[in-house]
């Protein structure tokens, strides 16, 4: 190092050395995939295993939000962005009461931050919290994979190094593809959000909701009842709402009978519905539009999608795996398509004929993502007036 070198800099980057090493994760981890590939890499957070549905999202911010997002129950979330934790964590940006992802994979995990208002470092937050992460692995090549054999189970492990163990507990987890995963991260009580004084009131049916869809409503004069993902018909219409909201959540819409049958009913009430993702699935199964397991899902907060009436494009914020059938839709007499995924033209929105009800993929609560669709609580609101 030469002579001249700043005595301050030299000090700046050996107490950043120290503490990197001093911080750093130590234990090697592995992840082994359905198909046998392996990847090796370190490990952060709790010291364990965990087990899910690998899943890759494109998003360069807002991490807190999206693990703590419950339509990610029973994935393992691959953050395609190189660094994760650099600003730490702040309560009360979370979108539920915890984290909501079985494990994390990531390439560069920062055990420090520089964010003033974060009240947490995100490993802390993780050790706190039981989650499992292996950093430090090859993120570029396992997305690559992912996108040429598809969605699919992996384990990820920092205390057990046997390659063959892992295969043997990873074959008993069980696909994506049929399980019911809305009663692991619904309320199991109804509550209310908002201001009790508000002229408008809006059931919302937890299927998963996240805590920013809840405060749009609550911005735009409603007053919230969330009700457990189960709720009937007669739940909902004893608090005598202007309308329903069917939010997001985890898992396959196809074995939810009891949810298809309750919007159904809500449907034939002539009740103003607004469906969000896993709720735009299950209001397309109660007007007999089939859903499937889509090859890869869309997860990030930059998705082009179409809106059909205006003709404008919007970026969006996405996190699903299944889609509802557009060949089907098409030839519905009851629904019409309302936005269009610019990317592989898939269903993004559809629309009831001759009712209030519409739904769309995408997060329009937009946390993380951009607030190019927040109109669509604007429309929902108008509904419940007019």
Not at 277 to 296: D, R, S, W, Y
Not at 319 to 348: C, Y
Request: aromatic share 8%; proline share 5%; net charge neutral.
């Amino acid at each position: 190092m030469p002579r001249h070198y700043p005595f301050f800099l030299i000090y700046f980057a050996l107490s950043n050395a120290l503490s990197t090493m001093k911080y750093a994760p130590k234990s090697p981890a592995i992840l082994v995939l359905e198909d046998g590939t392996v990847f090796h890499g370190k490990s952060a957070g709790k010291v364990g295993t965990a087990t899910g549905e690998v899943c890759f999202n494109t998003g360069m911010t807002g991490y807190q939000e999206v693990f703590t997002d419950p339509s990610y129950k029973g994935q393992l979330l691959l953050a395609t962005n190189v660094h994760i934790g650099n600003y730490g964590i702040k309560y009360d940006e979370s979108e539920s009461d915890s984290l909501k992802i079985a494990g994390l994979i990531c390439r560069n995990f920062s055990l420090q931050y520089s964010r003033k208002q974060a009240d947490t470092s995100l490993n802390d937050y993780f050790v706190e919290q039981n989650m499992v992460v292996i950093c430090d692995v090859d993120t570029r090549a396992l997305v690559r994979h992912i996108r040429d054999k598809g969605a699919m189970n992996a384990i990820i492990s920092s205390d057990i190094a046997d390659v063959a163990k892992l295969k043997e507990m990873l074959s008993k987890v069980p696909s994506m593809a049929g399980l019911e995963l809305s009663s692991t991260v619904s309320t199991e009580k109804p509550y209310f959000f908002g201001n009790p004084e508000a002229k408008l009131k809006v059931a919302v049916l937890d299927e998963g909701v996240k805590t920013n869809t809840l405060r749009c409503l609550a911005d735009r004069g409603c007053y919230v009842q969330v009700f457990p993902f189960n709720a009937s018909y007669n739940d909902i219409k004893a608090w005598n709402p202007n309308g329903v909201l069917v939010s997001n959540g985890p898992g396959d819409p196809a074995v939810m009978p009891q949810v298809v049958q309750t919007v159904k009913d809500i449907l034939a009430a002539e009740l103003p519905v607004f469906g969000i993702c896993l709720g735009h699935q299950l209001l397309a199964e109660a007007c007999g539009i089939p859903t499937f397991k889509m090859f890869n899902g869309h997860r990030g907060i930059n998705h082009p999608v179409k809106n059909m009436n205006s003709g404008h494009s919007e970026v969006t914020s996405q996190n699903h795996g299944f889609a509802i059938s557009r060949e089907a839709v098409e030839k519905s007499p009851i629904l019409e398509i309302t936005h269009v995924n610019l990317n592989d033209n898939s269903v993004e929105g559809i629309k009831v004929k001759n009712k209030k009800a519409f739904s769309v993929q995408y997060h329009p609560e937009s946390a993380p993502g951009p607030d190019d669709s927040r109109y669509l609580f604007d429309d929902f609101v108008k509904s419940l007036v007019n």
